[in-house]
């Protein structure tokens, strides 16, 4: 758990999810990208849902998600739609 230390919106169960899908460090993440690295969660969890997405998107450019921009989110809703439409 020490990998993700203080990284915004990435608790216990996150980390472990994210570990689970082989990603071990916030250097990982940032490489995979965020939708990526949510469709490897995606596959382990499917009931991940948006809010996770922009926990990783937030995770990546380090703040909350709640900051993440409103163009961001609108990004990242539409790739997850995309998901849930194809499954």
């Known amino acids: 758990m020490n990998a993700f230390k203080d990284i915004p919106?990435?608790?216990k169960t996150l980390?472990?999810?994210?570990q689970e899908a082989e990603?071990?460090?916030?250097?990982?993440l940032r490489m995979i990208g965020s939708e990526k690295a949510f469709l490897r969660l995606k596959?382990?969890?499917p009931d991940a849902c948006i809010n996770m997405l922009y926990a990783?998107?937030?995770a990546v450019q380090g703040i909350r998600w709640h900051q993440l921009s409103k163009e961001r989110k609108e990004e990242l809703k539409f790739y997850f739609q995309q998901l849930t439409l194809n499954n």
């Open 43 to 45: 596959t382990i969890d």
């Open 9 to 11: 919106n990435l608790g």
């Open 15 to 18: 980390i472990n999810k994210l």
């Open 56 to 58: 990783l998107d937030g």
């Open 23 to 28: 990603i071990e460090n916030i250097e990982q």
